[in-house]
Nanobody, 121 residues
Framework: VQLQASGGGLVQAGGSLRLSCIVLRRPFSSHRMGWFRQALGKEREFVAAITWGGGRTLYADSVKGRFTISKDNAGNTVFLQMNNLKPEDTANYYC???????????????WGQGTQVTVSS
């Protein structure tokens, strides 16, 4: 399954960005979509996830209250609205498709190419 992420860019601290991830083949209701990020020199970390059917969500503690994951079933698209961005949010952000509402990257088996988010202080 191909995933295409977009929406990254350069923003000042306190600003907002909205990432999008288009799934080129319609997911099943049993699928889960996740966002992960990887900063330079660091390991990939979980950000947020959502069930394709039902819309249950899961967030990393570091982004709760600032990021919101949502989906548009008709457009096969998952969004990550990022508000009150901090310099520590700077990373390459990846969307992924799996079958568990999980924070483990190993539970996701299809990955997009990543979109860079840079937050200046």
């Amino acid at each position: 399954v191909q995933l295409q992420a977009s929406g990254g860019g350069l923003v000042q601290a306190g600003g907002s960005l909205r990432l999008s991830c288009i799934v080129l083949r319609r997911p099943f209701s049993s699928h889960r979509m996740g966002w992960f990020r990887q900063a330079l020199g660091k390991e990939r970390e979980f950000v947020a996830a959502i069930t394709w059917g039902g819309g249950r969500t899961l967030y990393a503690d570091s982004v709760k209250g600032r990021f919101t994951i949502s989906k548009d079933n008709a457009g096969n698209t998952v969004f990550l609205q990022m508000n009150n961005l901090k310099p520590e949010d700077t990373a390459n952000y990846y969307c992924a498709l799996g079958t568990s509402l999980s924070s483990w990257s190993s539970d996701y088996n299809s990955w997009g190419q990543g979109t860079q988010v840079t937050v200046s202080s």
